[in-house]
């Protein structure tokens, strides 16, 4: 895929709907991979359906967990994706041949998972209600420290090449750690305009550049610059290089992310499926997305390298894209579209070998261009592709899955039968040949750690898992004992059975 042509030179933000990806089952979450072609999606069921973004077909289903899967997770190179379920576990699997290679046990409920973007053996991990962990994939793990205010509501994420680890809690403190040591190198309170603190509900950083974002419960997006927050070191204050919201409805926001080329901001509404865009630089708000109204929205994901979002809300993949629009003056300056025909005058020296009223132009420059080599062997690689430290590509990343077809009715064989039917000795050791050539072989037994973590809440329930409503609680209402009809369905039906039997006795 070249880049280059996919430029567009005016917005660079999805305008429209772009159709839906359904899973059969209901979506929570999803995550694309580094360069954006699969999109592993997690449901309620347990299951992880991998899509082929760019034919938009399943290319693999990973029946990960049992309960519902609330976060999931890309390694740099494609190969491992990491599940995390409502049951405490996390899974790590090979993407290319769909076996869980560690499952990681936790004592409560888990938030946000996140692979270390160069080390496919790290993981950071936000239990509910406790500090951060960055787990090591041998089970080890270290604890993050929490700050004097001791608030255990902490949100994490690495940045954007995993040297740092960023936490904020809901007291509105970010804290700045060294991933190696986990020595605190920064840090910075998120206050409001009347110098009272807010809780921070997210931390996301963009894919290039230097800016992070925090999306706090003030209703207000804030952008921040990497290099500005640790050159003011501990209890510093760093201004916001934006602050984004919407003044208009004080729309709290669910979900926030960059783009691809990080010069926009995506905003997810809590109350609707609405996406709010606005462009970095300025901090203006240039796009309102609109879903169906009604709808609540769970999770929003922009594409790595294209002007795509996708969005997830009532159980289905929404993808949003640009409008592309057919444009063949691109190709010629002077061609133009008919609607009709069109009677055609023919210049007088349109055909001729050579112009006669040319006027006489100087053709060196035209000479040497012709005589230019052009290099047709090497590739050269793509710069959106490449990180800022990168020179090629990897090219062991996984960016594609080979799709079997589907056999609905196979056909019967045609051929006759190498053995005898009568022969019941050779009949039954063919048998037996065919049932072992059939039994698939044993897969090999999943490790299980326990992470045992000191004074980690054991009774919480999962935020999915949790009734949403006004508070209070419903009872169900009791059973009838058995002999009294009291509701007014079974009273109903015994009503519409005693009409029916007076009616046949009648026509008797």
């Given at each position: 895929?070249?880049?280059?042509?996919?430029?567009?030179?005016?917005?660079?933000?999805?305008?429209?709907?772009?159709?839906?990806?359904?899973?059969?089952?209901?979506?929570?979450?999803?995550?694309?991979?580094?360069?954006?072609?699969?999109?592993?999606?997690?449901c309620n069921d347990g299951r992880?359906?991998?899509w082929d973004f760019l034919t938009?077909?399943?290319?693999?289903?990973?029946?990960?967990?049992?309960?519902?899967?609330?976060?999931?997770?890309?390694?740099?190179?494609?190969?491992?994706?990491?599940?995390?379920?409502?049951?405490?576990?996390?899974?790590?699997?090979?993407?290319?041949?769909?076996?869980?290679?560690?499952?990681?046990?936790?004592?409560?409920?888990?938030?946000?998972?996140?692979?270390?973007?160069?080390?496919?053996?790290?993981?950071?991990?936000?239990?509910?209600?406790?500090?951060?962990?960055?787990?090591?994939?041998?089970?080890?793990?270290?604890?993050?420290?929490?700050?004097?205010?001791?608030?255990?509501?902490?949100?994490?994420?690495?940045?954007?090449?995993?040297?740092?680890?960023?936490?904020?809690?809901?007291?509105?403190?970010?804290?700045?750690?060294?991933?190696?040591?986990?020595?605190?190198?920064?840090?910075?309170?998120?206050?409001?305009?009347?110098?009272?603190?807010?809780?921070?509900?997210?931390?996301?950083?963009?894919?290039?550049?230097?800016?992070?974002?925090?999306?706090?419960?003030?209703?207000?997006?804030?952008?921040?610059?990497?290099?500005?927050?640790?050159?003011?070191?501990?209890?510093?204050?760093?201004?916001?290089?934006?602050?984004?919201?919407?003044?208009?409805?004080?729309?709290?926001?669910?979900?926030?992310?960059?783009?691809?080329?990080?010069?926009?901001?995506?905003?997810?509404?809590s109350r609707q499926h609405a996406?709010?865009?606005?462009?970095?630089?300025?901090?203006?708000?240039?796009?309102?997305?609109?879903?169906?109204?009604?709808?609540?929205?769970?999770?929003?994901?922009?594409?790595?390298?294209?002007?795509?979002?996708?969005?997830?809300?009532?159980?289905?993949?929404?993808?949003?894209?640009?409008?592309?629009?057919?444009?063949?003056?691109?190709?010629?300056?002077?061609?133009?579209?008919?609607?009709?025909?069109?009677?055609?005058?023919?210049?007088?020296?349109?055909?001729?070998?050579?112009?006669?009223?040319?006027?006489?132009?100087?053709?060196?420059?035209?000479?040497?261009?012709?005589?230019?080599?052009?290099?047709?062997?090497?590739?050269?690689?793509?710069?959106?592709?490449?990180?800022?430290?990168?020179?090629?590509?990897?090219?062991?990343?996984?960016?594609?899955?080979?799709?079997?077809?589907?056999?609905?009715?196979?056909?019967?064989?045609?051929?006759?039968?190498?053995?005898?039917?009568?022969?019941?000795?050779?009949?039954?050791?063919?048998?037996?040949?065919?049932?072992?050539?059939?039994?698939?072989?044993?897969?090999?037994?999943?490790?299980?750690?326990?992470?045992?973590?000191?004074?980690?809440?054991?009774?919480?329930?999962?935020?999915?898992?949790?009734?949403?409503?006004?508070?209070?609680?419903?009872?169900?209402?009791?059973?009838?004992?058995?002999?009294?009809?009291?509701?007014?369905?079974?009273?109903?039906?015994?009503?519409?059975?005693?009409?029916?039997?007076?009616?046949?006795?009648?026509?008797?």
């Amino acid at each position: 895929m070249n880049l280059e042509l996919l430029e567009s030179f005016g917005q660079n933000f999805p305008e429209e709907s772009d159709g839906t990806l359904d899973c059969i089952s209901l979506a929570l979450t999803c995550s694309f991979n580094k360069r954006g072609t699969l999109l592993a999606v997690g449901c309620n069921d347990g299951r992880v359906v991998i899509w082929d973004f760019l034919t938009r077909g399943i290319a693999k289903i990973l029946s990960a967990h049992v309960h519902p899967v609330c976060s999931v997770s890309w390694s740099r190179n494609g190969h491992q994706l990491l599940s995390a379920s409502t049951d405490n576990m996390i899974s790590v699997w090979d993407v290319m041949t769909g076996d869980c290679l560690q499952r990681y046990r936790f004592p409560s409920p888990v938030l946000n998972i996140q692979f270390h973007p160069r080390d496919t053996q790290r993981v950071l991990v936000c239990p509910i209600k406790h500090a951060p962990v960055l787990l090591n994939m041998d089970g080890s793990y270290k604890t993050i420290p929490l700050d004097e205010d001791s608030d255990t509501t902490i949100v994490a994420s690495f940045d954007r090449r995993g040297e740092y680890i960023y936490t904020g809690n809901a007291k509105g403190k970010v804290l700045v750690f060294k991933t190696g040591s986990l020595d605190l190198q920064a840090s910075y309170k998120v206050t409001t305009g009347t110098s009272s603190a807010t809780a921070i509900k997210s931390i996301e950083f963009a894919r290039r550049g230097g800016c992070f974002l925090v999306n706090t419960a003030d209703r207000v997006i804030r952008v921040y610059d990497c290099h500005e927050v640790l050159m003011c070191g501990k209890m510093g204050e760093p201004e916001p290089i934006q602050k984004l919201q919407d003044l208009v409805n004080r729309t709290p926001w669910k979900k926030c992310c960059f783009s691809g080329d990080g010069e926009y901001v995506v905003g997810g509404s809590s109350r609707q499926h609405a996406l709010y865009i606005w462009e970095k630089k300025y901090g203006n708000l240039v796009k309102i997305l609109h879903g169906t109204r009604g709808e609540l929205l769970l999770d929003v994901v922009w594409h790595p390298v294209r002007p795509i979002i996708a969005s997830v809300s009532s159980g289905v993949v929404s993808v949003w894209a640009q409008n592309q629009v057919e444009n063949w003056s691109a190709y010629a300056p002077d061609f133009k579209e008919l609607d009709e025909n069109v009677e055609y005058d023919e210049r007088e020296s349109e055909f001729d070998l050579e112009d006669e009223d040319k006027s006489v132009t100087d053709n060196t420059d035209a000479k040497a261009i012709e005589d230019e080599e052009v290099d047709v062997t090497n590739v050269e690689p793509i710069a959106a592709f490449l990180s800022s430290d990168e020179e090629t590509e990897d090219e062991r990343a996984l960016l594609y899955l080979p799709i079997s077809p589907d056999v609905d009715e196979p056909e019967e064989p045609t051929w006759a039968p190498t053995v005898d039917p009568t022969d019941e000795g050779a009949q039954s050791d063919s048998l037996k040949r065919s049932l072992s050539s059939e039994q698939s072989p044993k897969k090999k037994k999943v490790k299980t750690f326990d992470i045992n973590l000191e004074s980690a809440p054991s009774d919480e329930v999962h935020p999915f898992l949790s009734t949403r409503g006004d508070g209070k609680s419903k009872k169900k209402p009791p059973a009838p004992k058995a002999g009294k009809d009291k509701t007014k369905k079974n009273r109903y039906d015994k009503q519409k059975r005693k009409n029916t039997t007076d009616e046949y006795s009648e026509t008797d």
